[in-house]
């Protein structure tokens, strides 16, 4: 069984930045493809961002791109989210996510496993 904890959200002003975490952890952990999304209040959960894990390609949202930088530290299981010069848009419940689907493939449906999210709040 894998598990993915996020850590690193909070509450940022507009032009801030935040760095998030996601551990993981399992007897077997070689997921193809991890990646971030994103749910906003009222709003469906929207793809972030994807890291092929061992080639370390990515792939991201129009809305991001520029902005937040993906990574990964395969030694220790572990997944970042850079994000820069955040706008209150950016506000929302992040989730790290693994599957073994290839890194261009953002539908949810092809992670299987999810963390618990973590709030990211970026005020005006």
């Known amino acids: 069984q894998v598990q993915l904890v996020e850590s690193g959200g909070g509450l940022v002003l507009a032009g801030g930045s935040l760095r998030l975490s996601c551990a993981a952890s399992?007897?077997?952990?070689?997921?193809?493809?991890m990646g971030w999304f994103r749910q906003a209040p009222g709003k469906e959960r929207e793809f972030v961002a994807t890291i092929k894990w061992s080639r370390g390609s990515t792939y991201y949202a129009d809305s991001v791109k520029g902005r937040f930088t993906i990574s990964r530290d395969n030694a220790e299981n572990t997944m970042y989210l850079q994000m820069n010069s955040l706008s209150p848009a950016d506000t929302a419940v992040y989730y790290c996510a693994a599957g073994n689907g290839a890194f261009w493939n953002i539908e949810i449906s092809a992670f299987d496993y999810w963390g618990q999210g973590t709030q990211v709040t970026v005020s005006s």
């Open positions: 399992g007897r077997t952990f070689s997921p193809n493809t």
